[in-house]
């Protein structure tokens, strides 16, 4: 088995911190600017419409519901191609917000981040199954929690798909295989 890469999510926020000083992600944690819609619930429903080559930058920004889900390390079997998500995270993932802290640099400043972009969703198996990136590339609706649909950030976490709480650094991880998880598909 062999590691795979993280994509990044986007810039951090702040949040308040669970028993055992743990952080978590929840709907009362998002900051009010972070909770503002950036593209309204329903109106200009671009996704269903507009191919993912076609999109502007902010549209395609905006298929991120910031679950970090991508940014969990992963194990895969080179064989069957099957892919084993842990409950380590990058180094620049914000635990408790699922925001990255360098978004802008995170690629050079891990190496193994991969920049989503149309020639890496030709192939997008080894992104989660509610990764919107890999539903658009295959065809597939949004589901009904994502924040372009709810227009709200937080219905990600209420949902319970963001990874904020429940996840350990990479720094402190140790061997990946003591970190396997069965909750991301």
């Keep these: 088995m062999r590691s795979n890469v993280c994509t990044g999510a986007k810039p951090a926020t702040r949040t ?5 000083d743990i952080p978590i992600m929840t709907a009362d944690s998002i900051q009010p600017e972070t ?5 309204p619930a329903t109106a200009d429903r671009f996704w269903e419409t507009k191919p993912l080559a076609e999109m502007t930058r902010a549209q395609w920004e905006a298929l991120c519901d910031g679950c970090a889900k991508c940014c969990l390390e992963k194990l895969e079997d ?3 191609r099957r ?3 842990t409950n380590v995270a990058c180094r620049l993932l914000d635990r408790a917000t699922c925001r990255c802290t360098d978004y802008t640099n995170r690629s050079k400043v891990i190496p193994t981040c991969v920049t989503l972009t149309l020639t890496v969703l030709a192939d997008p198996y080894w992104l989660p199954a ?3 990136y890999r539903l658009l590339a295959q065809g597939q609706p949004l589901p009904d929690w994502h924040p372009l649909l709810t227009g709200d950030p937080a219905s990600v976490a209420e949902a319970g798909q963001a990874v904020g709480g429940w996840v350990i650094s990479e720094e402190a991880a140790g061997p990946l295989v003591h970190h396997l998880i069965d909750w991301v598909e």
């Design 83 to 85: 892919i084993l998500y």
């Design 35 to 39: 909770r503002q819609r950036t593209m």
């Design 16 to 20: 308040r911190r669970r028993r055992n």
């Design 78 to 80: 080179e064989d069957t």
């Design 130 to 132: 509610t990764c919107a």
